[in-house]
């Protein structure tokens, strides 16, 4: 089955101890991509990879990490999580890097005390 | 900055009821224009949308860009029940750039 899986879905964990959501597709894409979101602000992206080795920052990149080491790969890194990082993130992948049309993992519930 | 703005940004109505929900965008290097669909859980993809002009359907949703006025319409006709949902517009520049999304509930 074609998806995009995360772990965990749900973390609690306290602020400075670093923590990795993994992401992973079985799509082959090309494009992957983490957002967060929050009540009032709506989806962000916080940082793409057109490809392999090849990241960018989205809107909201400050206090993440990510790495693209494999195509079906995107790990998002918080490297000293802080209680504003508490939200709900998504990771999700496109086939291409033309039309931004884009597969959404599960999602994964994330507070930070 | 990019910007993506929906409007409105809630509605109710009853079923059998048509919407149109609305969407302005200003965005640098525009490639596309997405519509979203989003129950409680993650979103899921309803239209792209690169020309002005061509209406894109899906049983009783359609939707049409205008490039030159910078925006994009959500039509549902006939609403049902199961088509309340927030929906999200986003522009991709390669970044995907959302708007706040309208929150549709279709009472019975």
């Known amino acids: 089955e074609a998806q995009v899986t995360q772990n965990p879905r749900y973390l609690i964990t306290v602020t400075g101890k670093k923590l990795t959501v993994t992401c992973s597709q079985n799509?082959?894409?090309?494009?992957m991509s983490w957002y967060r979101q929050d009540p009032g602000l709506g989806l962000r992206q916080i940082y793409y990879?057109?490809?392999?080795?090849?990241?960018d920052k989205g809107d909201v990149p400050e206090g993440y990490k990510v790495s693209r080491k494999e195509k079906r790969n995107f790990p998002l890194i918080l490297e000293s999580p802080s209680p504003n990082q508490t939200s709900l993130y998504f990771c999700?992948?496109?086939?291409?890097?033309?039309?931004?049309?884009?597969?959404f993992g599960p999602g994964t519930r994330l507070t930070v005390t | 900055e990019d910007k993506v703005v929906q409007s409105p940004l809630s509605l109710v109505v009853h079923e059998g009821d048509t919407v149109t929900l609305n969407c302005s965008y200003e965005?640098?290097?525009?490639?596309?224009l997405l519509w979203y669909k989003q129950e409680k859980k993650a979103p899921t993809f309803l239209f792209m949308l690169?020309?002005?002009?061509i209406e894109k359907k899906s049983g009783r949703l359609s939707s049409i860009l205008d490039k030159k006025e910078l925006f994009s319409i959500l039509n549902i006709t006939a609403t049902q029940t199961g088509d309340s949902a927030v929906y999200l517009c986003?522009?991709?520049?390669?970044?995907?750039?959302f708007g706040e999304g309208t929150q549709l509930t279709v009472n019975p």
């Open positions: 999700a992948s496109s086939i291409d890097r033309v039309s931004g049309e884009q597969y």
């Open positions: 799509m082959n894409h090309e494009y």
């Open positions: 990879s057109m490809n392999v080795e090849v990241t």
């Open positions: 965005v640098t290097n525009f490639r596309s």
């Open positions: 690169t020309s002005s002009g």
């Open positions: 986003a522009v991709y520049d390669p970044r995907l750039t």
